[in-house]
């Protein structure tokens, strides 16, 4: 079975910022950076429980090109992404949401 993907809020101002900011450092970076986004979101929707239970639900999938992870949870029909949040910031951050 394959799950739709649902971006909170917040974890599309993640994507748009990171990407942004990739693309500032070199034209076409931002680019890759949506493109590792898109099927690492892929990979999600076609397999969730793959990927590690890293707190009360929440999955974590790393991005293998740029160090951010996807935080998301299984719902019954979809999977919500809550972050998509780079490797330094604080491990915690993403609870807030």
């Known amino acids: 079975m394959t799950y739709a993907v649902r971006l909170r809020e917040e974890a599309e101002a993640d994507l748009l910022d990171a990407a942004r900011w990739y693309e500032a450092q070199r034209e076409g970076l931002g680019h890759d950076f949506l493109d590792a986004i898109q099927h690492t979101l892929d990979s999600i929707s076609r397999s ?20 951010f992870a996807v935080y998301f949870k299984l719902e019954q029909e979809y999977l919500l992404v809550l972050a998509i949040m780079h490797g330094s910031r604080h491990p915690l951050r993403w609870r807030q949401r």
């Not at 969730?48 to 160090?67: D, M, Q, V």
Request: aromatic share 10%; proline share 15%.
């Open 48 to 67: 969730p429980a793959s990927y590690p239970i890293i707190h009360r639900g929440t999955r974590r999938a790393l991005i293998g090109r740029f160090p």
